[in-house]
């Protein structure tokens, strides 16, 4: 998932092939060959299968979303992740001239395409039930992915937006008002308390830099990819600074409230532990950085009604949220 943007998926695709024709030759590639669309969510994306050269993916974003800088510089930490020999990451290839987003403009039109090309991964997407063998690797990855962020020195131009209380409910909150995906005035009421929870939560907390750094913001299966015992991460899209818990949170993303939530929240515990350090304060925020997600999540589906997970999972999730929420107010008002 990824940014609210005033083109939708649907207008992509009306230009998508023509972008795609323009923009091969300029990595070197043939315009002519056959596209393999890949599942649409907030970009487009396609898999090329070159004879003779491995096959690489094609993301197309969406007019109006991110300025070039910022995906220049999501490009930019993926390419840092990729240079070690046991990269948890898909390479990142740049164009003819030595770009890693080129901008097109299909005949006809008067909107810029930013257009980036990677390495194929292989591999599996794991099914919800995978979660409890997946977590422990996905923890070891996401410990990898922190340290890797508290360490690298950031080109002096990067800029990507932040995952803060205001980027999930300000005025400007980058998935749109949570509301828009909530019809029912009692589970406006009561998610409207989950907000506020979170808000005291969070602010209380505090983002110093052993909590707080650069993320990626969206670790659910979707951007998995597991070949045997590797386990790869895919899609950058929404990374970011935030708070390092977030991350466990988007692991999760519709599992918050799976009865086997604790199990998987358990094991990914145990892999983030074996790298990286983790007291207890943080692991005290988990389920505020669950709530976090879901809310976040609501606000995503309800202002994104057009893309296919949106009229997949965004029926009932808001009472879910609404009923599974209810015990965690709860246990803090009885703490007060």
């Known amino acids: 998932m990824s940014e609210v943007s005033p083109v939708t998926a649907s207008a992509t695709l009306l230009h998508a092939e023509a972008v795609l024709a323009l923009a091969l030759p300029r990595f070197g590639y043939s315009s002519d060959l056959i596209p393999e669309q890949l599942p649409v ?27 070039l800088r910022v995906r220049e510089s999501e490009l930019a930490w993926l390419a840092s992740l990729g240079q070690s020999a046991d990269s948890l990451v898909p390479a990142v290839h740049s164009s003819l001239d030595g770009k890693m987003v080129i901008t097109v403009r299909p005949p006809g039109s008067t909107l810029d395409y930013h257009v980036s090309l990677f390495e194929c991964v292989e591999g599996q997407h794991p099914a919800e039930d995978d979660f ?106 929404d990374c970011g600074p ?62 994104n009604p057009d893309i296919a997970v949106s009229r997949e999972m965004l029926p009932g999730l808001a009472r879910r949220t609404c009923d599974w929420s209810e015990g965690i107010l709860n246990r803090e008002a009885a703490s007060l």
């Open 41 to 67: 969510s907030e970009n487009v994306s396609y898999r090329i299968r070159p004879e003779g050269r491995p096959a690489v993916v094609v993301r197309i974003s969406r007019p109006g979303g991110h300025p």
């Open 132 to 237: 409890a063998a997946v977590m422990p690797t996905l923890g070891t990855i996401t410990a990898h992915l922190h340290e890797h962020a508290t360490r690298w020195q950031r080109p002096t131009w990067f800029t990507r937006p932040d995952w803060d209380l205001d980027a999930a409910f300000g005025t400007g909150a980058r998935w749109g008002d949570w509301r828009a995906g909530v019809d029912d005035i009692h589970e406006v009421e009561h998610l409207t308390r989950v907000e506020s929870f979170v808000r005291r939560r969070l602010q209380s907390y505090g983002s110093g830099a052993d909590r707080y750094g650069l993320i990626h913001a969206d670790l659910r299966a979707a951007n998995l990819l597991v070949n045997g015992e590797r386990c790869r991460l895919i899609d950058f899209d």
């Open 242 to 303: 935030g708070w390092f818990m977030y991350d466990l949170a988007t692991a999760l993303t519709f599992a918050e409230d799976h009865a086997r939530s604790p199990e998987f929240i358990g094991e990914w515990l145990d892999g983030y532990r074996s790298v990286r350090e983790l007291s207890v304060e943080h692991e005290r925020e988990i389920d505020t950085f669950l709530l976090m997600r879901r809310m976040l999540t609501i606000a995503f589906l309800g202002n």
